[in-house]
């Protein structure tokens, strides 16, 4: 079972660079969810997506932008990279009887540097 | 508003000895609370979990955790440390819907 999916694994950015982190799901769930990850800071809420055609702001989405493609895919964007968003991104999901629990099923990971 | 505190960035224990890994909560409601780890490169998994239907909550690999209302914490503890749980364990609340609120994570060093 491949659960969440998250391509690039790696990526190095120059400042003002734009680039997309894609994510995918193959649970059927319908709630997405981008965070990162900072050193000492555990892990923030960018943007969330409660289901398809819908996206909310989570505590840290300024510089950010999202898509929600379709059921499967939620994808987070970069138009003008800074090195304050140098981070490890983590997409995650929520199955439906999940929601209430907050139970989230994670990618494996982003790890972004911008220059 | 909700939200963890887990005391100690880095915890330190001999392999065999006892794991004790702090998290205190604050909730307006009461919470769903958790335990992820993160083993190196990799994602989070989920741990063990507490739903209200026990205060002392089972997870995987021998680890579990007691709710305890009164002083607000959810510590999570294992009785014998091994090598393989050395990782980054973060504890987290939510409130209800779609919103799970992570603490800062605890890094769990075994010594041999």
């Known amino acids: 079972n491949a659960g969440v999916t998250q391509t690039p694994k790696f990526q190095v950015l120059k400042t003002g660079q734009s680039m997309t982190l894609q994510c995918a799901q193959d649970?059927?769930?319908?709630?997405m969810y981008w965070y990162r990850q900072d050193p000492g800071m555990g892990l923030r809420l960018i943007y969330y997506?409660?289901?398809?055609?819908?996206?909310d702001k989570g505590e840290v989405p300024n510089g950010y932008n999202v898509s929600r493609l379709n059921k499967r895919e939620f994808s987070l964007r970069l138009e003008s990279a800074a090195p304050s968003q140098t981070s490890v991104y983590f997409c995650a999901s929520i199955g439906d009887g999940r929601v209430l629990t907050g139970e989230l099923f994670f990618g494996e990971g982003s790890r972004l540097t911008v220059l | 508003a909700q939200s963890v505190t887990q005391l100690g960035s880095h915890v330190s224990v001999s392999e065999g000895a006892l794991v004790l890994l702090r998290c205190n909560y604050s909730?307006?409601?009461?919470?769903?609370l958790f335990w992820y780890v993160q083993y190196p490169n990799q994602g989070l998994q989920l741990l063990l979990k507490?739903?209200?239907?026990?205060?002392l909550v089972k997870g995987i690999n021998g680890f579990e955790a007691e709710f305890k209302k009164s002083e607000t914490s959810f510590h999570l503890t294992k009785p014998s440390a091994h090598m393989s749980d050395a990782a980054e364990y973060f504890c987290a609340v939510s409130e209800g819907y779609q919103k799970v609120t992570f603490g800062t994570g605890t890094k769990l060093q075994v010594i041999p």
């Open positions: 507490y739903t209200s239907a026990a205060t």
């Open positions: 997506s409660a289901s398809e055609g819908t996206t």
């Open positions: 909730s307006s409601v009461p919470p769903y």
């Open positions: 649970m059927n769930h319908n709630s």
